[in-house]
């Protein structure tokens, strides 16, 4: 007896320290069990606290009462689908007869507290079916991201969910995308994981950083163009508007429709040619947007006209084209001049960090959700990276990036530098590089180099 209450102390006190510093460890090897447990035990006490349940039918009062039986209780969502996960639960339920999405989504917090579970949210799969994924752990607080990642082309993965599922920048449903920010609010990290991402795959990177190239220049063997200044700028995107007629005029001659060719082969932008006529895709970011739009003289205005103009330009017609616009700035809102709020509108995937107003808040999400402002603006400082990210559909999620140093984006652009597609357009602003690193250079004197 005495050795089995020491061997029940042992694990108490291994539970205990794995909760406390591996949270991650402490739900693989502990949370989930004990979670699923309580979960699947006290579902439909739960559910009928949170007034999720419906009164019993009329046929099944009816027959309780030809038959004398007790009158039959109210009943819960069916549990269609139970799975454990590395950061949760997921169930998938069956609503039944006047219940609504809406009502699983307005009782999460409620059952984020009765199951005792970190966060609770809600997606409906498909009429009358709605996937509630129950998080244990602030999966938040210490990024890891999952060992197996969609690896589909223009899909990189630059962040983590707080429901423990992995953010996508994806290209081809999302082109063009606003992320705002302000100093010290872990913007930069997000850009490079973006970078990161994109480096070992076929995508032409073209970059415009106005603060002297100290953000993006140090990556300068992945990028096919860079400007480090707002002149440089005007004439590079106005190079990518000549690429992109350019482009066009290859789709026309490739489209082909004649009564005899199928509807699937018949091209509208670039992923509808022949692979060996398909041109590179050209991801374009542009660090502070700000620095475009401002101007002190006559002079500095037309220059600045002419960078809106062809931004909103790209943003309209770039995307058939395969040019994608990646817009990052502290503000972005009608104060900066006519034009932007008309690139705005263009900008569907919308990421905000860390802000120090609401107005900022605002221009990323007022058009879309009041929550996800509401949201952005309650970010702590101390969690450097921590974002709400959406789309135009008013959907959003709460996502944080993993840590990634100047210096391992830096290795990872160098080992892809290879697959720098070196395009004629674009040839003026290619960066000059001096020299070619044979190897990585190590993230501290004494660690190895990492990918």
């Keep these: 007896m005495t050795a089995f209450m020491v061997a029940l102390v042992l694990v108490v006190a291994a539970a205990g320290l794995l909760r406390w510093r591996r949270p991650a460890w402490y739900w693989m090897t502990f949370g989930v069990t004990l979670a699923s447990l309580r979960v699947l035990v006290r579902y439909a006490s739960v559910m009928d606290a949170c007034g999720l349940t419906v009164p019993p039918s009329r046929w099944r009062l009816a027959l309780a009462r030809v038959t004398n039986r007790p009158v039959p209780e109210s009943r819960p969502p069916r549990i269609l689908r139970f799975r454990p996960t590395r950061t949760g639960l997921v169930l998938r339920l069956g609503l039944r007869p006047g219940q609504d999405a809406f009502d699983i989504a307005a009782a999460s917090d409620r059952l984020r507290h009765s199951f005792s579970i970190y966060g609770v949210t809600s997606r409906e799969v498909r009429s009358g079916v709605v996937e509630v994924r129950m998080t244990g752990y602030d999966v938040l607080k210490r990024v890891q991201m999952p060992a197996k990642l969609d690896t589909r082309p223009l899909r990189v993965p630059v962040a983590l969910r707080e429901d423990g599922s992995v953010h996508y920048r994806d290209y081809r449903a999302v082109p063009h995308a606003l992320t705002l920010g302000a100093t010290e609010s872990g913007k ?38 860079l400007a480090d200044n707002p ?11 000549s690429r992109m007629e350019g482009v066009y005029q290859l789709i026309r001659a490739e489209q082909r429709i004649t009564a005899d060719v199928p509807d699937a082969e018949i091209a509208a932008d670039i992923w509808d040619l022949p692979e060996h006529l398909q041109p590179v895709p050209v991801v374009v970011l542009v660090d502070e947007v700000a620095e475009l739009a401002l101007f002190a003289s006559k002079d500095e205005e037309k ?14 017609l770039g995307r058939a084209a395969g040019i994608y616009l990646e817009i990052c700035g502290q503000r972005f809102g009608s104060e900066l001049g006519k034009g932007i709020t008309m690139l705005r509108a263009q900008l569907t995937g919308r990421t905000a960090h860390r802000v120090n107003d609401e107005t900022s808040a605002n221009m990323a999400f007022g058009d879309i959700s009041p929550d996800a402002v509401l949201a952005a603006i309650q970010i702590p400082a101390e969690l450097r990276g921590l974002a709400v990210a959406g789309d135009s559909t008013g959907g959003w999620h709460r996502i944080r990036a993993p840590h990634t140093s100047l210096r391992q ?12 597609p070196a395009l004629p357009e674009l040839a003026p602003f290619r960066p000059e590089l001096t020299g070619t690193p044979e190897a990585p250079v190590p993230l501290s004197k004494t660690a190895p180099a990492t990918a």
């Design 188 to 225: 930069s990290v997000y850009q490079r994981n973006l970078v990161a991402g994109l480096a070992p795959m076929d995508v032409a990177l073209v970059g415009i950083d106005c603060k002297q190239g100290v953000e993006l220049f140090p990556l300068a063997r992945r990028f096919s163009a």
């Design 303 to 316: 220059r600045r006209d002419r960078i809106i103009t062809a931004l909103v330009r790209l943003a309209q």
């Design 409 to 420: 984006a830096v290795n990872t652009c160098n080992r892809h530098a290879d697959r720098t």
């Design 231 to 241: 002149d440089t700028a005007a004439e590079l995107l106005d190079a990518l508007v």
